[in-house]
């Protein structure tokens, strides 16, 4: 299997790499459009503030590229935001792929969110054999609001998208590359989508 993490500068790649070779596979990275297309399951990670993530994938055609791939596709933190029609970070338009704008957790709770958090009302073949209620963790200002494309659920402040699911699209809030044993049996169950 051809397992691509695109490379764009704004991702936590290495913990996902290791996370891939814990599982016995094998990921390259690349911004490579010939590359990304060829690949059968394709990682599109993110750290880091959304306009200035969305400027490097412009800057590269990633932008036109990503909506368009036919293969099953990880979107993980920043890069399930990306994915989404806007962000109030920044002020940035989205990719379009997931019908949600992103917007910011109030003041009512300390922001970012860090550190370890329940997902719940699973959905999709993502979470096969997951538990309900089993811990992630996530570190995040902003978030997708519950919506039709969610297949997981947490609540900080208000219940939100903690992982959404349109077409051969998938995203996650949270880290599964740093969310122990679970998180990286969810990233091995996208492997194996």
């Not at 122990?180 to 492997?191: A, M, P, Q, R, S």
Request: a negative charge; one cysteine or more.
């Amino acid at each position: 299997m051809k397992i691509v993490i695109i490379n764009y500068g704004a991702g936590n790649i290495q913990s996902i790499m290791f996370a891939i070779e814990r599982l016995g596979y094998k990921a390259i990275l690349s911004n490579n459009p010939d590359e990304i297309l060829a690949a059968d399951k394709v990682i599109f990670p993110g750290v880091g503030e959304a306009s200035s993530a969305m400027e490097k994938l412009i800057e590269s055609g990633l932008d036109s590229l990503i909506p368009n791939l036919k293969q099953p596709v990880l979107g993980i933190c920043l890069g399930m935001q990306l994915m989404c029609q806007s962000s109030e970070e920044g002020n940035t338009k989205g990719l379009g792929i997931f019908d949600v704008d992103v917007v910011k957790f109030t003041s009512n709770v300390k922001v970012p969110q860090m550190g370890w958090n329940q997902i719940y009302n699973l959905k999709s073949d993502l979470f096969r054999e997951i538990p309900e209620n089993e811990f992630m963790y996530l570190v995040h200002s902003f978030y997708a609001p519950n919506c039709p494309e969610a297949i997981a659920t947490t609540h900080y402040d208000v219940e939100y998208a903690s992982a959404l699911h349109k077409n051969n699209f998938y995203g996650t809030q949270f880290h599964p590359e740093k969310s122990g044993d679970i998180g990286e049996k969810i990233l091995g169950n996208f492997l194996n989508i």
